[in-house]
């Protein structure tokens, strides 16, 4: 069983930063690859940035490859979503989730954080 939370949402500025946490729970949250995933309101949930169980595989969605920057520390049990130049277009509940693979179906879902973005 793995619990996750997430945080570090909030209200920033078209270019501004913000990094999202998830903490997670569980001494097996390292055999498991991690995805950060955003849903905007009358959108489908979908696939932000995935890292694999080491951290030695990283994967993001087109909308924000060169501007968000995922990465885990499996001695702490989290994986951070760095995201840079924001836009108001990346205004969405953010979700961590834990998987067998990067683009497998999530086993486990945190809450989610809310980050919007103002132009």
């Known amino acids: 069983q793995v619990q996750l939370v997430e945080s570090g949402g909030g209200l920033a500025q078209a270019g501004g930063s913000l990094r999202l946490s998830c903490a997670a729970s569980?001494?097996?949250?390292?055999?498991?690859?991690v995805g950060w995933y955003r849903q905007a309101p009358g959108k489908e949930r979908a696939l932000v940035a995935g890292?694999?169980?080491?951290?030695?595989?990283?994967s993001y969605a087109g909308s924000v490859r060169g501007r968000f920057t995922i990465s885990r520390d499996n001695a702490k049990n989290t994986v951070d979503l760095q995201m840079n130049s924001l836009k108001a277009d990346d205004t969405a509940n953010y979700y961590c989730?834990?998987?067998?693979?990067?683009?497998?179906?999530?086993?486990?879902w945190g809450q989610g954080t809310q980050v919007t973005v103002s132009s």
């Open positions: 989730a834990a998987a067998s693979t990067i683009s497998s179906t999530p086993d486990y």
């Open positions: 569980g001494r097996t949250f390292s055999r498991y690859a």
């Open positions: 890292i694999s169980q080491s951290g030695s595989v990283t």
